[in-house]
């Protein structure tokens, strides 16, 4: 049984790793650069929850960007800030009066609620949500807007990168966000993003208002929101040429906490709009995004729990537990394991199945940090503590999303 | 509800491309498994045929050890006996792993072979103790690869015992759910065994996991010249 379900789970993965890249082979990575014709107002909103003291950079961000200053509109939502967000946020408009930042105040209702809030009142063509933890690039707009070449397209999203690299964690995080945008952008070539991330996706503002705006009860209402688009058949490009920096989780149990949030939230809200899955109306998005988070979670815990708890641990404590009744004398027993061994006793076909996906990974790797315009040689060391320690911390994840949901808890946001 | 026009198709000709790929690295993979098992085959039949040769050297020393019992030639029928088990059980344990990564029916028959083997090492060894008055100790271990949390166990402590004691301790190991071969469930009634590790220590029955510390004092009982491990 153990054996069929690890095969099943090689055979998915390497099928989407092949898939992928003939999409990659077919339909390139590098979009033609455009020139903005003219500039349309833009309505940015930062929704804070006690956000004192990152806010300020965020906004300054905002404030800096190449574009018309007349055309760009800053909503401060705060959500019911219990720190100095509202004060040093009004300091702020202070010290800029002639750029158009208005704060709004409400009650604790959370990120969705804040947002719609702002979205009532926006006075842009382009609605832009920037997470006030994040740092928009100056040319950010001025990439982004010119691929709204058509009216169908609803959101365009810049690539998103970690902004203090201090920890191993976050170094690790860096990696994975480089290779999420990588696979974001070719499945962008079948329109099949899935999520419009917290920072800086710019939407069409008319589309999403009768879209009927953010979900407020949702753990994870980016997702939602592009989940939305795509059931009404509009367009989500990805974009790399321009990058958002955010703060990413430092240590491991943060990293659970958000992760946990975002893998049930997208659980969760794939299967409220289950009808979609499988279903030929709604093409590549329908027959292979949607299932993917179901697919993700099943090889992250085929891989925690078989592989690495099967296969090694188990009979790692297993061969503790043994060598305990020797009193760990293990001396003579090693020197006719060495004298015994051949390599006959390699077995060879899970290994080949394991190479040929880990080398078609590092191709994926190699052309990830290419395209995102880094040098691989840079992150050598935390490329292969993502190849080792990734796989588990998402298996861990994962686990735990799963024991949540049998035991049915879910947090608020 | 607002909608895009969006003409969404599903990418047949690349998804049947992917698939084609995928089963064709997935060839290649049965492919390298069908040659490691014919080399595992090969490798193991090629032990086997000297394993023959061995034994039947060994039946010809036996009968002649008969007639003429002499130390001298005791000593050179038990080093040789001792190398032909000690190669008997490296394969045999090869052939309990190469079966617990692919199937029993794979190797089935050379595990009866090595079974037979082992048997007849242990027969040839009961026969020549008569003859000859060497000073080794021998087990017959009975293990089983399948739900025996005890066995792991005890086959570490044999091995360890075997490498200390070298050619004063002879262990016949033997699973015990191999039913293929009748001999083992002769042996097993013989001995009335009903769990599992059970190991024969010259004819007196354990069947219970014996640690080391018993385990040695139960095999030092049976020399007259006391070896180092029995000392100490």
């Known amino acids: 049984m153990i054996k069929i379900i690890i095969f099943i789970a090689y055979f998915i993965s390497l099928y989407l790793v092949i898939f992928w890249l003939l999409v990659l082979l077919e339909k390139g990575i590098k979009t033609k650069p455009k020139k903005l014709k003219n500039f349309p107002m833009v309505t940015i909103c930062v929704p804070a929850y006690n956000e004192e003291k990152t806010i300020v950079e965020t906004i300054l961000s905002i404030l800096k960007l190449d574009y018309p200053h007349e055309k760009v509109e800053l909503l401060v939502v705060n959500d019911g800030s219990k720190d100095h967000t509202q004060e040093v946020t009004t300091n702020l408009i202070k010290e800029y009066p002639h750029r158009n930042i208005i704060l709004i105040n409400q009650q604790n209702k959370g990120k969705g609620a804040a947002m719609n809030n702002a979205l009532n009142i926006a006075k842009g063509d382009f609605f832009i949500p920037l997470d006030a933890d994040s740092i928009v690039e100056k040319n950010a707009l001025k990439v982004l807007l010119p691929h709204f070449h058509t009216p169908n397209v609803a959101a365009v999203l810049p690539m998103i990168r970690i902004q203090h690299k201090s920890t191993l964690m976050r170094k690790i995080q860096h990696c994975e966000y480089l290779i999420n945008f990588f696979y974001k952008k070719i499945m962008s070539h079948l329109n099949c993003v899935h999520v419009t991330p917290g920072p800086f996706s710019v939407y069409r503002k008319d589309i999403i208002k009768k879209l009927g705006g953010f979900d407020e009860h949702n753990l994870v209402e980016d997702l939602e929101m592009a989940v939305k688009i795509q059931k009404a058949n509009f367009e989500i490009i990805q974009v790399l040429e321009t990058s958002i920096l955010t703060k990413a989780p430092g240590n491991f149990l943060q990293f659970y906490r958000q992760r946990n949030r975002w893998y049930k939230g997208s659980l969760l809200t794939i299967f409220s709009y289950r009808k979609m899955i499988f279903n030929k109306q709604y093409g590549d998005f329908g027959v292979l995004q949607l299932p993917m988070v179901f697919i993700s979670a099943f090889i992250s815990i085929t891989l925690f729990f078989i592989l690495i708890f099967w296969r090694v641990l188990k009979p790692l404590i297993n061969q503790l537990s043994d060598w305990s009744y020797i009193q760990f004398d293990i001396g003579p027993l090693l020197s006719k394991g060495f004298k015994d061994y051949s390599l006959l006793n390699l077995n060879l076909v899970p290994m080949f199945y394991g190479i040929t996906i880990m080398i078609l990974a590092v191709v994926f790797l190699v052309l990830a940090h290419h395209h995102a315009g880094e040098r691989i040689r840079d992150n050598k060391k935390t490329i292969l503590f993502y190849i080792i320690i990734y796989p588990l911390m998402i298996g861990i994840v994962w686990t735990g999303v799963i024991f949540d949901l049998l035991r049915g808890k879910i947090q608020k946001w | ?232």
Not at chain 2, 22 to 51: H, P, S
Not at chain 2, 66 to 71: V, W
Not at chain 2, 158 to 181: A, T
Not at chain 2, 190 to 210: M, R
């Open chain 2, 1 to 232: 509800m607002v909608k895009g026009n969006y003409e969404r198709k599903i990418s047949i000709k690349r998804f049947s491309l992917a698939l084609i790929l995928t089963c064709f690295v997935f060839l290649v993979g049965l492919l390298v498994g069908n040659t490691l098992t014919n080399q595992r085959t090969g490798y193991l039949e090629e032990i086997a045929y000297k394993q023959k040769l061995d034994y039947e050297s060994l039946q010809l020393q036996s009968l002649y050890l008969d007639l003429s019992a002499s130390n001298a030639s005791c000593s050179i029928f038990n080093q040789i006996l001792e190398t032909s088990l000690n190669d008997v059980g490296t394969a045999q344990a090869k052939i309990d792993l190469y079966i617990k990564e692919t199937s029993k029916d794979s190797y089935s028959e050379l595990k009866r072979e090595y079974t037979l083997a082992q048997v007849r090492y242990w027969l040839l060894n009961k026969r020549i103790k008569q003859a000859c008055t060497g000073e080794h100790v021998s087990i017959l271990y009975l293990y089983s690869n399948d739900d025996c949390v005890e066995c792991g166990a005890q086959g570490t402590i044999l091995s360890y015992l075997k490498e200390k004691l070298q050619d004063k301790l002879f262990v016949f190991s033997l699973d015990s759910d191999f039913d293929q071969e009748p001999m083992v469930s002769i042996l097993r009634q013989t001995y009335n065994i009903t769990k599992i590790p059970s190991i024969v220590i010259e004819d007196q029955v354990f069947d219970k996991l014996i640690g080391k510390a018993d385990l040695i004092k139960e095999i030092c009982s049976h020399y007259s010249e006391k070896p180092e491990i029995c000392v100490n």
